[in-house]
């Protein structure tokens, strides 16, 4: 070890620090910023080369590539203030009203997702008897309270096959990249599964809890906004990361271990940084990394949690963006996009027309379209080369909407490992994390595989575990 290094090394020894936390995701980011806003002195470390985590937003010329999510929803003030402290209000962006409209692909054509109550009984999405089934619903008795259902059974159960195979089917393909007859309806959905248990059925759960969240200030994410940046969903992610003081990309974590005896500083985390091995001391670790890495932290805490949470799965997903001047004959793309249920058997999940939706997406007079391909539907579809994706991606539009095989502009991110999935005994897990908490006082886990996997979610959780901590 030369001088320098072993005088940086010496350096940090003997750091200490209130809270560190390891990832810098958006859950990361936001416990970070949080934290430090609140007085605590903070160290952010993070294994990528860059933060930000999933989100990722670039321009290559004028055209806009959203590499992780494409935007998100308005469901809580403690998002909408986050943004606004963060200082890019300014740069936030609504849905435009021209994407109101979805559509689901049946019998392949693209049929208008109803949106109003007239619209649902004239649409031809769904057939009049699974229409007049509905009128069953609030008279089916709820499951027991420790009834263990898929989605798929759930659904089911209370709205028949042809809403499963229309409705449910392809939104858990647009929200997850999942498969609801895997998915928990407890874990994956739990405001449905509350729905039924609180309220005896979905639409008078529907009524009632309007009442309710207009209490607690949220919003259903039927109901609440749909907004990115002008310059992509990076904006809030690089704004939370420049005004956090103490931070390093990538640094490899080597050890998250629990000091002995009533020393203050419970826990000491060893990584390597520029060449150097560094130790640092803090109350309190958040570990803030996707599942099967967290697990790894956790070996020399908790060595019992890291098979646990390497159970967790997350399909691959590729996110294929292409550019098109309109020629003749294609589809107008006005509205929000389309999803494809399983039953129609495409090599897509779907599709959402970004420059309809969000303006300086492409330039003046293109078309931006975002394709979503894999998942749990089709994992292997998300795994081939960047090649055989793009291509994927480019029959499959031209089928659906008589866009060009040859593409003004093109570009693939491959996501080996994408959403985490909460599949059964998902809340089993959950609950072994909770023991590790308490068993371990000032270790948090915080991410997206726990409390929902949204922006919004991962910024509620993150409110969560500062709270418990700065208590």
């Given at each position: 070890?030369?001088?320098?290094?072993?005088?940086?090394?010496?350096?940090?020894?003997?750091?200490?620090?209130?809270?560190?936390?390891?990832?810098?995701?958006?859950?990361?980011?936001?416990?970070?910023?949080?934290?430090?806003?609140?007085?605590?002195?903070?160290?952010?470390?993070?294994?990528?080369?860059?933060?930000?985590?999933?989100?990722?937003?670039?321009?290559?010329?004028?055209?806009?590539i959203e590499a992780g999510p494409n935007s998100t929803l308005e469901t809580n003030p403690m998002?909408?203030?986050?943004?606004?402290?963060?200082?890019?209000?300014?740069?936030?962006?609504?849905?435009?009203?021209?994407?109101?409209?979805?559509?689901?692909?049946?019998?392949?054509?693209?049929?208008?997702?109803?949106?109003?109550?007239?619209?649902?009984?004239?649409?031809?999405?769904?057939?009049?008897?699974?229409?007049?089934?509905?009128?069953?619903?609030?008279?089916?008795?709820?499951?027991?309270?420790?009834?263990?259902?898929?989605?798929?059974?759930?659904?089911?159960?209370?709205?028949?096959?042809?809403?499963?195979?229309?409705?449910?089917?392809?939104?858990?393909?647009?929200?997850?990249?999942?498969?609801?007859?895997?998915?928990?309806?407890?874990?994956?959905?739990?405001?449905?599964?509350?729905?039924?248990?609180?309220?005896?059925?979905?639409?008078?759960?529907?009524?009632?809890?309007?009442?309710?969240?207009?209490?607690?200030?949220?919003?259903?994410?039927?109901?609440?906004?749909?907004?990115?940046?002008?310059?992509?969903?990076?904006?809030?992610?690089?704004?939370?990361?420049?005004?956090?003081?103490?931070?390093?990309?990538?640094?490899?974590?080597?050890?998250?271990?629990?000091?002995?005896?009533?020393?203050?500083?419970?826990?000491?985390?060893?990584?390597?940084?520029?060449?150097?091995?560094?130790?640092?001391?803090?109350?309190?670790?958040?570990?803030?990394?996707?599942?099967?890495?967290?697990?790894?932290?956790?070996?020399?805490?908790?060595?019992?949690?890291?098979?646990?949470?390497?159970?967790?799965?997350?399909?691959?997903?590729?996110?294929?963006?292409?550019?098109?001047?309109?020629?003749?004959?294609?589809?107008?793309?006005?509205?929000?996009?389309?999803?494809?249920?399983?039953?129609?058997?495409?090599?897509?999940?779907?599709?959402?027309?970004?420059?309809?939706?969000?303006?300086?997406?492409?330039?003046?007079?293109?078309?931006?379209?975002?394709?979503?391909?894999?998942?749990?539907?089709?994992?292997?579809?998300?795994?081939?080369?960047?090649?055989?994706?793009?291509?994927?991606?480019?029959?499959?539009?031209?089928?659906?909407?008589?866009?060009?095989?040859?593409?003004?502009?093109?570009?693939?991110?491959?996501?080996?490992?994408?959403?985490?999935?909460?599949?059964?005994?998902?809340?089993?897990?959950?609950?072994?994390?909770?023991?590790?908490?308490?068993?371990?006082?000032?270790?948090?886990?915080?991410?997206?595989?726990?409390?929902?996997?949204?922006?919004?979610?991962?910024?509620?959780?993150?409110?969560?575990?500062?709270?418990?901590?700065?208590?």
């Open positions: 070890m030369d001088h320098f290094t072993k005088e940086l090394s010496t350096k940090h020894m003997n750091d200490r620090y209130d809270t560190i936390i390891l990832g810098a995701g958006i859950s990361g980011l936001t416990c970070a910023y949080l934290l430090q806003k609140r007085g605590q002195r903070v160290l952010l470390l993070e294994k990528a080369p860059r933060f930000g985590g999933a989100i990722r937003s670039a321009r290559e010329g004028e055209w806009l998002l909408t203030e986050l943004i606004r402290d963060a200082g890019v209000e300014e740069q936030k962006l609504y849905a435009s009203d021209a994407s109101k409209n979805r559509y689901i692909l049946r019998d392949g054509a693209l049929t208008p997702l109803p949106m109003t109550p007239p619209a649902f009984f004239k649409t031809k999405l769904f057939s009049l008897s699974a229409k007049l089934g509905l009128f069953k619903e609030p008279f089916i008795a709820p499951s027991k309270p420790d009834a263990q259902e898929s989605v798929a059974e759930f659904v089911k159960r209370r709205l028949g096959q042809e809403f499963l195979d229309y409705a449910i089917n392809p939104f858990v393909a647009g929200v997850y990249a999942g498969d609801p007859e895997l998915l928990s309806v407890r874990a994956a959905f739990p405001k449905l599964f509350e729905l039924e248990q609180k309220y005896g059925g979905l639409i008078k759960g529907q009524i009632k809890g309007a009442k309710e969240r207009k209490k607690s200030k949220e919003e259903s994410k039927q109901s609440a906004r749909m907004f990115s940046f002008l310059d992509g969903m990076q904006t809030l992610t690089d704004a939370l990361a420049n005004a956090i003081t103490e931070k390093r990309h990538s640094a490899d974590i080597l050890s998250v271990t629990e000091l002995a005896g009533d020393d203050a500083s419970r826990f000491t985390v060893r990584y390597a940084h520029d060449g150097a091995e560094m130790d640092v001391t803090a109350d309190a670790v958040i570990i803030a990394a996707p599942a099967a890495a967290a697990g790894a932290l956790s070996k020399d805490i908790a060595p019992e949690i890291t098979a646990v949470l390497e159970e967790i799965p997350y399909p691959p997903v590729a996110e294929v963006i292409t550019g098109f001047t309109p020629t003749p004959g294609m589809n107008p793309m006005e509205g929000f996009g389309f999803l494809i249920p399983k039953v129609e058997k495409r090599r897509i999940l779907g599709t959402i027309f970004s420059s309809t939706i969000f303006r300086k997406r492409a330039p003046e007079g293109r078309v931006h379209l975002t394709t979503f391909i894999g998942g749990m539907r089709q994992p292997e579809e998300a795994l081939r080369s960047d090649e055989e994706i793009a291509q994927t991606a480019l029959s499959e539009q031209h089928a659906l909407l008589g866009t060009p095989m040859k593409p003004d502009f093109i570009h693939v991110t491959s996501w080996k490992h994408a959403i985490p999935q909460y599949v059964h005994g998902h809340l089993e897990r959950m609950r072994a994390i909770d023991e590790v908490e308490a068993a371990h006082p000032g270790l948090y886990y915080c991410a997206n595989y726990r409390g929902g996997i949204s922006v919004g979610d991962c910024v509620k959780s993150a409110h969560g575990v500062v709270d418990q901590i700065t208590a």
